[in-house]
């Protein structure tokens, strides 16, 4: 497979390959006005990573036979390592800097998304509020996710997402979604229904699989994609799941739409347990 179709395979809009030997971030088939797309290429060889979907960073080598540098492939692999590793250093130094900055407070994001009366961790900078989202991985601080008043959102620079989540334990079961307005919903619709949840908010499809991987059985909670991402992904760890009749919907715009009440007796009965 040649390199533009690898990076296609992995859902990355690219047409033509960047300059060698530069990281180019790109939209994906998921997230077409993000660019959570990022590609290295070396001519030879190359990097590849939809954010949304890969936990790993994807190696690609040419099938047809061509003179490769094996060294220099290997001494590529450290130096992308190396990197990571200290990116993700500054990262967990970064975010316990900001977490340490939070206060609690109310958010233009929590009101849209219909949590009028809720506080959360803010963080005032740049004449800014922030909301930020802790992300840990086996209970440490990995790094975090920041939401703006307009609703966008970014992780740390560097940081690692993989296995990341924020954990809302009321030693119930296992429940995995994507967002953390998603997981908002779910618990106060769990707590309506008087059921006792522990929601995992893994920051993406493909993250869910990893966080899956160390739990015995649960409830997904998938986005309703255009591209289908949600359910597939919900398939492929094989859960019981459930997910919104309306294309374009997470739990969060089915709990605005319908209600928490309808909501919690929809996810209740997913599990079977009415």
């Known amino acids: 497979m040649e390199f533009i179709s690898f990076c296609r395979a992995h859902g990355i809009l690219i047409d033509i390959p960047p300059p060698i030997g530069v990281w180019r971030r790109y939209p994906t088939d998921d997230h077409p006005k993000k660019r959570n797309g990022a590609v290295k290429y070396m001519g030879d060889h190359g990097f590849v990573q939809n954010h949304a979907m890969d936990t790993e960073v994807s190696l690609w080598q040419p099938e047809t036979p061509i003179k490769v540098d094996r060294q220099k492939i290997a001494k590529d692999l450290a130096l992308v390592e190396a990197k990571r590793r200290a990116d993700q250093a500054d990262a967990v130094k970064r975010a316990a800097y900001i977490m340490s900055q939070t206060v609690l407070g109310k958010h233009e994001y929590l009101n849209a998304k219909g949590f009028v009366d809720s506080e959360d961790m803010i963080w005032g900078h740049e004449g800014k509020k922030t909301l930020v989202v802790p992300m840990r991985v086996d209970g440490h601080l990995v790094g975090c996710q920041l939401i703006e008043e307009d609703g966008s959102k970014k992780f740390l620079y560097g940081q690692r997402t993989s296995n990341a989540e924020l954990v809302m334990d009321n030693k119930g079961i296992h429940i995995l979604c994507e967002g953390y307005a998603t997981g908002l919903s779910i618990q106060e619709a769990f707590r ?12 993406s499809a493909g993250n869910m699989k990893k966080v899956a991987e160390g739990l015995p059985d649960g409830l997904i909670i998938a986005d309703n994609d255009k591209s289908g991402t949600g359910e597939r992904v919900a398939k492929e760890i094989g859960w019981k799941y459930w997910m919104s009749d309306v294309v374009g919907e997470d ?24």
């Open 192 to 203: 309506k229904m008087s059921r006792r949840y522990t929601i995992h908010v893994c920051f």
């Open 251 to 274: 739990a969060n715009d089915t709990h605005q739409r319908i209600g928490l009440l309808k909501l919690g007796l929809s996810l209740v009965a997913s599990l079977k347990l009415v």
